[in-house]
């Protein structure tokens, strides 16, 4: 299983902060979508992605036991 | 050394030496809002050699609650924001050599004003800007601090050019759509807490201590308690435009620019995105009514009201300001909106 971490909307808008999510062998790219399918979250094209609280791409394999965390990206200022 | 700064000199990793080296940089500020004010202030205190100020805006009423640097008298006289700051600036520390620059900062007119800057903090509010301050980072090999801030939640990192990864190799594009301060709010301890960070950072840059400076994104929520660090060691993409082997610096062509332009005969300027967007107008329209707008939209535009003034955004991202014919306005209008 692959932990998921969401931040700041995020995490309001599936209601809950971490969520525990079948994905061994997945990318990041994969991970995004089945989220977005599964959980109507929006915008996870364009949040960047902590595995294991590294930078990942969307290209990066996950592994089970893995953190992903999704963070939007924020402009103002 | 004088008694002003001794207590920043008894700290060691600055010392009397750092104080000196701290006394000759110039550093560029790019913003003078809430994470300019409260960085302009910082750096003054801490005794800057110059700080120079660029702002295209003034201060209103709505910016009291958290720009820490202005006053309802300022508001009152309708100040530019960066004449204002240069004014309670003097006021704090007479030394630093502080200018205001009252400008629309663009590719073309930055470029020419970072002959002599050590580093360029960023306290802007959109991307578009801060992918233009990347690409000059990289070309002229200036460190930068990206720092921003909305609702809760703030984010900053550094980059150092030939070293750290830079903000385009984190976002391949730029991000559309984000929550802006105008649509989602703002409490002032994110913007403290992001110019906390910027400012240690900013310390360490200017004494030269490059060891210290920290190798991570640093994003937090103060209201729904989160903290992260994000490392960056395997960020660094070889073929990145703006900072790989290749690079062409994509943010300083005009093509990549927001464009606007005056409709004829109408009090209305256009606003047109470097490339066509697919916004969620229902989703928009949302964040829009729960700060204030009145709004309406049908599947191919949305309008939206507030304070006497109406824009009109299309699906793809363009956008009509009415009742305006400044140009700088309407862009500052629509990155308030869209970031």
């Not at chain 2, 924001?81 to 205001?100: F, G, P, S, T, W």
């Not at chain 2, 930068?144 to 030939?162: E, F, H, K, N, R």
């Not at chain 2, 490392?231 to 994509?250: F, H, I, M, N």
């Amino acid at each position: 299983m692959i932990n998921v971490l969401l931040f700041a909307q995020l995490k309001d808008e599936l209601g809950k902060e971490t969520i525990s999510i079948e994905g061994n062998g997945m990318s990041v790219a994969k991970l995004k979508g089945k989220m977005k399918v599964e959980f109507e979250l929006e915008g996870l094209e364009t949040v960047m992605t902590a595995v294991n609280e590294e930078f990942a791409d969307d290209d990066t394999i996950l592994s089970d036991g893995d953190t992903v965390a999704f963070i939007p990206p924020v402009s103002g200022g | 050394m004088t008694e002003r700064y001794s207590r920043q000199t008894l700290f060691s990793p600055i010392g009397e030496r750092g104080q000196l080296k701290i006394q000759k940089k110039h550093v560029l500020l790019l913003g003078a809002g809430a994470l300019g004010s409260a960085n302009a202030e910082a750096l003054t205190r801490a005794g800057v050699g110059k700080l120079t100020i660029v702002d295209r805006d003034y201060v209103e009423t709505s910016n009291l609650q958290r720009q820490q640097m202005y006053t309802e008298q300022d508001v009152a006289e309708k100040l530019p924001k960066a004449e204002a700051a240069k004014r309670h600036l003097l006021d704090i520390n007479h030394e630093v050599d502080v200018k205001a620059v009252i400008m629309d900062a663009t590719a073309q007119n930055l470029e020419q004003m970072l002959g002599d800057v050590d580093l360029i903090l960023d306290a802007t509010d959109n991307f578009e800007t801060r992918m233009i301050i990347n690409d000059l980072s990289q070309k002229l090999r200036i460190p930068w601090i990206y720092g921003a801030c909305v609702g809760s939640v703030g984010m900053t990192m550094t980059i150092l050019p030939g070293q750290t990864p830079c903000l385009h190799c984190l976002l391949k594009t730029i991000p559309i759509q984000g929550m802006t301060c105008d649509t989602g709010g703002i409490i002032s301890p994110a913007a403290t807490m992001v110019v906390a960070h910027q400012t240690a950072e900013s310390l360490k840059i200017l004494v030269e201590d490059w060891e210290s400076v920290r190798p991570a994104l640093v994003t937090f929520d103060l209201w729904r308690n989160q903290y992260q660090t994000v490392k960056l060691t395997k960020a660094k993409k070889k073929d990145c435009l703006s900072c790989g082997e290749q690079r062409t610096y994509p943010f300083l062509t005009m093509e990549n620019a927001t464009k606007t332009a005056v409709l004829c005969g109408r009090d209305t300027v256009q606003v047109r995105p470097p490339k066509p967007l697919k916004l969620q107008l229902e989703k928009l329209a949302k964040d829009l009514n729960g700060s204030g707008y009145l709004v309406k939209f049908n599947p191919f535009l949305l309008s939206c009201e507030k304070d006497g003034e109406r824009i009109v955004i299309f699906e793809d991202g363009r956008a009509l300001i009415h009742g305006t014919k400044d140009m700088v306005h309407a862009r500052a209008t629509y990155q308030s909106i869209l970031g």
